[in-house]
């Protein structure tokens, strides 16, 4: 009987031990650790209770639960390309993406069934309609426009559902086929247009620089024709500056010497000797000579003896 008591009694200490374990393991597990990043919407009763932010958070048993888990962080959703018309009737393909946050945990939870395919949906019509009112051309040069006015579109159209729109981005634009073959015409005709002018424009540069140093080569030669004329001329001028300079000072010195009229007569006879042994035919006759007489004996006598030598 007593032993019947005793187990009785250890089997219930181990069920208890057993729920109790359990209890402790579903409390634990009701333990959430909430990110940095991330965002609870907790449920009580299926009803709104509140949101989480960071932080060690306990759900109360059977009556709470975490109904989403939301991430703060900016998203980017690259979304298939979509098909429009532009307002000249050309088909294309365009591809976007979206780049956007999270502001409001609650809204972005109840405020719309699929936020994603909402904002894609919203996008594609919303693209269709900007692209409508362009013609091609304005298409494809006007994507800073586009994104523009898609970004502000969007965002206010999911102001009620959380979402912040922060940059809408046009990726690709695919006009048909036709299209970029007339397009690749296009900029290969204006790429040789533009080849020809550069050639031209460079000729023509060409040209004037050959101009331009054919009359700078000329204007130098000029000049140093110029300078070497006066050089000479300065040169000329000042040599016959200096000999008259030096007969000036052969005349000052003469003077100042007192030369008598016999020195001048003797110097003048061995002038007339040193002529008469020459191979001059012609004799210059001082004019400061006196005895004209002596002189002509003198040069006759010479110029025997010079016949006698011969």
Known sequence: M?????TGTVVAIVVISIIAVLILIYLISRIRIVRQTN??????LGAFHKVWGVGVKFLFPFIDKVAYV?????QVKDFAPQPVITKDNVKMDIDTVVFFQVTDPKLYAYGVENPLS?????SATTLRNIIGELD??????SRDIINSRMRSILDEATDPWGIKVNRVEVKNIIPPRDIQEAME?????ERERREKILLAEGEKKSQILLAEGQKESQILKADADKQATVLKAEAQAEAILKVKQAEAEGLKSLKEASVSPEVLTLRGY??????ANGNSTKIIVPSELQNVA?????????????????
């Open 70 to 74: 939301i991430s703060m962080k900016e």
């Open 118 to 122: 909402a904002i894609e949906n919203l």
């Open 39 to 44: 965002k609870y919407v907790v449920e009580r």
């Open 270 to 275: 061995e002038a007339l000797k040193d002529l």
């Open 2 to 6: 007593f032993l019947a008591e005793n």
């Open 185 to 189: 015409r296009q900029m290969r005709a």
């Open 136 to 141: 091609l051309d304005e298409t494809l040069t």
């Open 294 to 310: 002596t002189l002509a004996t003198t040069i006759k006598e010479s110029l025997e003896v010079k016949e006698s030598k011969k």
